[in-house]
């Protein structure tokens, strides 16, 4: 019988002609495995056959090589009836596996899983659908962010009202099992007889998802923690049912009724999922509050008539009118009044701030008591509160390095318990006193509910959500889960000085003019050059020439700059040149003259700049800019911290000393590129230490990226997030110190969560299984266990929720939790 033919699609981009699809062709045959190759230059795809699943990544490797490229999206899907970390767990096993998932990542928190690839949206459901669990497409958040916590109030809902009804079943089961008035009116047969139908209502009714999901799972060979639940509490009925209708079938002296048991497993595990589902629901509440920010509607002036759109239809460009008190729908810049702006949830500050004709604002935040109005820079997804939302989901969707590891350990842990219950049954069989049946299966039971994987599984990602929603609070972002971790374990943080350590508003304080050199002459040209530099420098020197930007400066031709060197250009017919004292040494430039003076200003603090003009030396300059108000504060509370702190700047040694002195920070990398910043962090990062860098985000891009936890400080929507692994989003520096206090209060309550996960299913599951009857004579009652079990995950939750009040420094005085 011939084996089936598999046939994967490849998209695939670059491809300009005919030739290219040759190529490809020839190229894709030559990979292991691959029987026929179609590439079609129109559909811009490849069509493969094989017999045995192609490998992705290698095939993407040859097609890169061969100089295309095969485009890959990101798809997320809500996934609906997992219960554990197994659950989540085997669903990744089943993504990962695909021949068309490069990538895939669920998480049992926010029940969602995230895939890369070219798989499409629907063979991917389909996949996940064939496990036993439901999946659909997501929508973004920001467009409804209510049809979520619906759908979670649903689920609640549902839960409360079978733990209603499985508590009233309960409760008449066990009065029947335990007053004795019930079987002296009723009779030993027709009280048994009723608890049985009792139970069998409770467990087809509100106790069905159990075995809906789990007995599946079972014949799929991928038991998980509904599995777990449905033998044991199937387990005790089936065995209760037979010793009430067929006793003659059980050894004598064993037909014991364990009906209370069963129901009381069912109960109990449902009031545990309900405050499992409640206490979920609240570790996303800052993520909800974020995608509650933007209105439905706006106030939109077409053609001199305001109208009431949909926020759908806004457009870049529209003129949107504010009145005092409501809250801004998109990004814009105001055109007309002014206000006060609440921006305490975009960036985390409390006070407003004042905006006035030209000023940019942010969608979300709220207007206080003016009136303004303002023209639309971006809308949908591509305003700041979107990019905020889509940085906090990713980053709740992430796993830290930490979860590794339990992962490795919950992908075995249901299939380990059940081989242990059924060790424990044979055991209790074999070794156990009368009634060895009776023991062995109360025992077995017991193991079955006591073991809890949720709780394990639940520990990291749920602390990751507060944490990062605590973040975004705070006004910070952290665009990648695991930098979470990363800044708890940084040894090292190193600051650009301009923008960063300073207020990136530098101002010029001195002039030194060489012989018969005009003053406002030098001013004009060396402002005519510089206002081609987008270098903060450049702009203090430009304003100094035209403070009121009335000034009209001469034309510049042959500009360049020189990247942490200076820049030069012609004005007027005479050679500008203007730089560094490193600069003027490559331009043979002799500026002995007047070292004494830059060295003098150098150690005030201060900027020394060198003015050339055709060649020879024109002017001293000083350019000096101010220390941010919370840069002392913020350097000593690193240090307090245990941290070191160092600064890296491309200003000259005895400046940048300067500027170290009044800050307290001895360690300083000057005088270098921004090569040489990138250099001085791998310095660090090859004595073992981990590295946190701190930038603008724009000219720090490369430090930013090679740093462990790079950390863009911009205001708003001035900063560059891409190259960042954390954004301080109000620009304070304070807020670096809140982040690091933020990140280790959030590995600390992983840690305790961890330890109470392992540490509840290390001690309960032996003592389920009997260890301590030989000594004392104690049992676990398998409905202690299922009562256990429940309170286990609501433990680590509830330990989670502690990160809620979370009390960053700078803010009340002091951490904690």
């Not at 364990?258 to 589902?277: Q, S």
């Not at 949909?310 to 055109?335: A, F, K, M, Q, S």
């Not at 073991?451 to 609070?473: D, R, S, Y």
């Not at 724009?698 to 954004?727: E, K, R, S, W």
Request: aromatic residues 6%.
């Amino acid at each position: 019988m011939a084996a089936s033919v598999i046939h994967t699609q490849l998209p695939i981009s670059g491809m300009s002609c005919a030739s290219c699809a040759a190529r490809l062709e020839r190229v894709l045959h030559k990979q292991p495995d691959v029987t026929a190759v179609t590439v079609n230059l129109t559909t811009e795809n490849a069509y493969l056959d094989s017999i045995q699943p192609l490998s992705l990544p290698l095939l993407i490797d040859a097609v890169k090589k061969a100089g295309f490229d095969v485009p890959s999206q990101t798809i997320e899907l809500a996934i609906g009836g997992m219960s554990c970390a197994s659950c989540s767990a085997r669903i990744e096993r089943v993504l990962q596996k695909r021949p068309d998932v490069l990538e895939a990542t669920v998480n049992l928190a926010t029940e969602r899983a995230t895939i890369t690839g070219i798989a499409t949206q629907e063979t991917l459901i389909k996949a996940i659908t064939a496990t036993g669990f439901t999946a659909h497409a997501l929508r973004k958040a920001t467009t409804s962010p209510e049809d979520r916590d619906a759908q979670q109030a649903q689920e609640r809902r549902r839960l409360l009202r079978d733990v209603y009804s499985a508590a009233l079943l309960w409760v008449a089961i066990a009065l029947l099992e335990m007053l004795p008035w019930a079987r002296s009116t009723l009779g030993s047969f027709p009280d048994a007889v009723l608890q049985a139908l009792l139970t069998t209502a409770l467990l087809i009714g509100p106790g069905r998802r159990f075995f809906l999901h789990g007995l599946p799972a079972l014949w799929r060979r991928a038991p998980e923690m509904n599995s777990l639940v449905a033998v044991g509490s199937g387990a005790a009925y089936l065995y209760s049912v037979c010793a009430t209708f067929t006793p003659f079938l059980l050894p004598q002296g064993t037909a014991q009724l364990y009906y209370e048991a069963a129901a009381g497993i069912i109960t109990l595990v449902l009031l545990g999922r309900f405050l499992e589902a409640r206490a979920k629901g609240r570790t996303s509440a800052a993520l909800r509050a974020l995608t509650s920010l933007q209105p439905r509607t706006a106030r939109v002036l077409r053609e001199g008539t305001l109208h009431d759109d949909p926020i759908d239809r806004i457009t870049l460009g529209d003129v949107i009118d504010i009145r005092p008190g409501e809250r801004l729908p998109v990004d814009g810049i105001i055109t007309e009044g002014e206000s006060w702006i609440d921006e305490a949830m975009i960036t985390g500050e409390p006070m407003a701030v004042a905006k006035k004709t030209g000023d940019v604002v942010i969608g979300g935040t709220v207007n206080q008591n003016g009136a303004f109005r303002f023209r639309t820079t971006a809308t949908g997804g591509d305003t700041m509160l979107s990019h905020i939302i889509t940085m906090v989901e990713n980053a709740q969707g992430s796993k830290l390095p930490i979860q590794s590891r339990v992962n490795a350990i919950t992908r075995w842990f249901v299939p380990a318990i059940m081989v242990l219950s059924a060790l424990t049954f044979l055991s209790w069989l074999a070794f156990g006193p009368a009634p060895a049946l009776s023991f062995a299966l109360v025992n077995a039971v017991a193991v079955l509910i006591a073991a809890c994987p949720c709780a394990m599984g639940l520990a990291t990602p749920t602390a990751i959500m507060v944490g990062t929603g605590k973040g975004a609070e705070l006004g910070i972002l952290f665009r990648k889960g695991d930098a979470l971790q990363r800044l708890r374990d940084s040894d090292v943080v190193a600051f650009d000085k301009t923008g960063t350590l300073t207020e990136g508003k530098p101002t010029l304080t001195d002039i030194h003019l060489a012989p018969g050199i005009d003053r406002s002459t030098v001013l004009r040209t060396v402002a005519a050059v510089e206002s081609r530099s987008e270098h903060p420098l450049a702009k203090a020197l430009t304003k100094a020439a035209s403070p009121d930007d009335t000034h009209t400066l001469p034309d510049v031709t042959a500009f360049e700059a020189i990247t942490g060197m200076g820049v030069h250009g012609i004005c007027d017919g005479t050679r500008v040149q203007i730089g560094s004292a490193h600069f003027m040494d490559t331009l043979s430039v002799d500026i002995a003259p007047i070292h004494e003076a830059a060295t003098t200003l150098a150690q005030q603090g201060k900027t020394p700049l060198y003015v050339a003009l055709d060649g020879t030396f024109a002017a001293l300059l000083a350019v000096s800019d101010p220390l941010k108000s919370t840069s002392k504060e913020t350097v000593a509370a690193l240090q307090a911290h245990g941290l070191t702190v160092v600064m890296i700047t491309g200003d000259q040694r005895t400046t940048a000393e300067a500027i170290g002195q009044q800050l307290g920070i001895t360690d300083i990398v000057a005088n270098v590129l921004p090569r040489g910043k990138v250099d001085a962090i791998k310095t660090f990062q090859q004595k073992g230490q981990s590295v946190t860098f701190a930038g603008d985000g724009i000219n720090d891009a490369p430090a930013l990226a090679q740093a462990d936890v790079g950390v863009a400080v911009g205001h708003g929507t001035d900063i560059a997030m891409d190259a960042a692994d954390v954004v301080l989003v109000n620009g304070q520096l304070t807020t670096i110190v809140q982040a690091i206090a933020l990140s280790r209060a959030t590995l600390r309550i992983i840690t305790e969560n961890l330890f109470w996960a392992f540490a509840y299913n290390i001690v309960l599951v032996p003592i389920a299984a009997g260890v301590l009857y030989p000594f004392w004579g104690l049992l676990l009652s398998p409905m202690f266990a299922a009562g256990a079990m429940a309170l286990s995950s609501v433990c680590v939750l509830t330990n989670t929720l502690r990160l809620r009040r979370f009390t960053p420094p700078f803010a009340a005085g002091k951490n904690g939790t």
